[in-house]
């Protein structure tokens, strides 16, 4: 914040109008997205290849929209960079990772995302720019909210929230029966369709965004219902085949 990294205004979703923010509220605006986004990163760093691989699918979708919005260059270069990074490091941690990121890698990239989002738009006169950040790194945000509210509600006090749980998304899938490459290519998928669906807001407007949005819930809804009716008939062979062996 020194060095003029703020956050001045923030848009009114689906409008041309915007919050003019200014003084003691600025900076404590940019503070809280700051140290959200640094751990909103942190914190969905529970399986190979997780953390690292929404950064980088985040990077490319603010890649796009700062490329179409006409964004200062230090940040279409910091973010190139960044993305760079990862997808040299990217192989040799994912499952079965060979080396991990740790802490300090993943609160590396939580923040770096957060600095190079507010660069990425500071500048700009487009209202949807200004939520389209709050869009791409929309799982690790409300994956992070989620989890606050339910430590404080299962703990009963502030104190809660720096407790660890199993109420992760990640983990919630893999209670679902998905394996640890399954639950993270899903959630890959999750920042994937929120990257485009905001690039496709700042490009085409709204109405193509939710065209897009609905196209992507019909897939996933059929596609899901298949997937339950596979797991279901391979739960039925493997009684079948139990049953089978206990008569012989």
């Known amino acids: 914040m020194a060095c003029g990294i703020k956050i001045e205004d923030i848009s009114i979703p689906f409008t041309e109008g915007k919050i003019i923010i200014t003084g003691i509220g600025s900076y404590i605006l940019t503070v809280c997205w700051i140290v959200g986004i ?10 190979d290849g997780l ?28 973010i190139t960079a960044l993305a760079g990074a990862i997808v040299g490091f990217l192989p040799f941690n994912f499952n ?3 080396t991990f990121i740790g802490d300090t890698g993943s609160n590396f990239m939580g923040f770096s ?4 989002s507010i660069l990425g738009v500071a500048k700009t006169y487009t209202a949807l720019v200004l939520i389209a950040p709050i869009i791409i790194l929309g799982m690790p945000i409300f994956d992070t909210l989620f989890a ?11 104190k ?12 919630k ?16 998928g999750i920042t994937a369709i929120l990257g485009m669906f905001a690039v496709i807001l700042l490009e085409s407007g709204i109405w193509k965004a939710l065209s897009f949005a609905i196209l992507i819930i019909a897939i996933v809804a059929i596609g899901n219902k298949d997937v339950m ?8 062979e493997e009684i079948n085949e139990d049953h089978i062996r206990k008569q012989d």
């Open 38 to 47: 640094t751990n909103a990163i942190n914190l969905i760093d529970g399986l």
């Open 51 to 78: 953390s690292s691989g929404v950064t980088l699918i985040s990077c490319l979708s603010l890649l796009m929209v700062f490329a179409l919005n006409g964004s200062p260059l230090i940040a279409i270069v910091l």
């Open 96 to 98: 079965p990772a060979k």
């Open 113 to 116: 995302l957060a600095i190079i």
């Open 148 to 158: 606050i509210f339910r430590r404080i509600i299962k703990g009963k006090s502030i």
């Open 160 to 171: 809660a929230v720096f407790k660890p749980d199993k109420g992760h998304l990640h983990h």
């Open 173 to 188: 899938l893999m209670a679902k029966g998905y394996s640890q490459k399954q639950a993270v290519l899903i959630m890959y």
């Open 229 to 236: 009716k596979l797991m279901s008939d391979d739960k039925d």
